[in-house]
């Protein structure tokens, strides 16, 4: 019997500013049963140039244009496709957290059509010295020579905030959920974590037996 795929898939938004650690807590809940990570960033570096929708990336790129937010999520929804027939992704019983999609209020709007956004998970970091301390060990534990320069680091920063102030005045209140990145790696997971548990539709689907 052929599982019935939903019109729309269930998913977390995790969004933080650059070094508030979206990867390292998506990489993390991302084991648990039932949770898979998506992190566009990933997605991105995977990009098959050859194929039909690399082609359309490497023109906006190569005539120096920003690619298209229509275009950014047609790429997620194919890449959530491809988890699917891959079996790493089973819509009917897994969550998706997102990392790295929406950026902004468009490609939000945009994503409603393919996502039913169950809650915005905000990695809140105000000090931005914390986040610029924290980009440049990892420009030097990973090589990641794009996280070097101070300049680079906070207009990434300074984006990200007039990005996300779009984002938090999209979707309802009820549905955000703040967590403090400035603490330990494994208390913001077990705060990520309590925020999800308390949600009806995780509690819900909880109950299911798989």
């Known amino acids: 019997m052929k599982t019935e795929v939903p019109q729309r ?50 023109r906006y790129s190569s005539a120096g244009e920003l690619v298209p937010d229509e275009l950014t999520v047609r790429f997620c929804k194919e890449h959530i496709d491809n988890l699917i027939d891959a079996h790493i992704y089973k819509p009917d019983i897994d969550i998706l957290l997102l990392d790295g999609i929406p950026r902004n209020r468009q490609q939000a709007e945009f994503l409603e059509e393919h996502i039913e956004m169950i809650a915005l998970i905000h990695l809140s970091c105000p000090d931005r010295e914390e986040l610029v301390r924290r980009l440049r060990k990892r420009a030097l534990k990973s090589g990641r020579m794009d996280d070097a320069s101070e300049p680079v680091i906070r207009q990434r920063i300074q984006t990200y905030e007039d990005e996300t102030k779009q984002l938090l005045d999209h979707y309802p209140a009820s549905r955000v959920r703040v967590v403090n990145a400035m603490q330990p790696p494994i208390k913001v997971v077990w705060d990520v974590l309590a925020a999800v548990m308390t949600l009806p539709e995780w509690q819900e689907m909880a109950r299911e037996v798989v």
């Open 9 to 58: 898939y269930k998913a977390f938004i995790i969004v933080g500013a650059p070094g508030a650690g979206k990867g390292t807590q998506g990489a993390i809940i991302g084991e648990i049963p039932r949770f898979v990570h998506l992190s566009m960033g990933d997605a991105f570096r995977g990009l098959d140039t050859r194929s039909e929708i690399g082609q359309e990336f490497v």
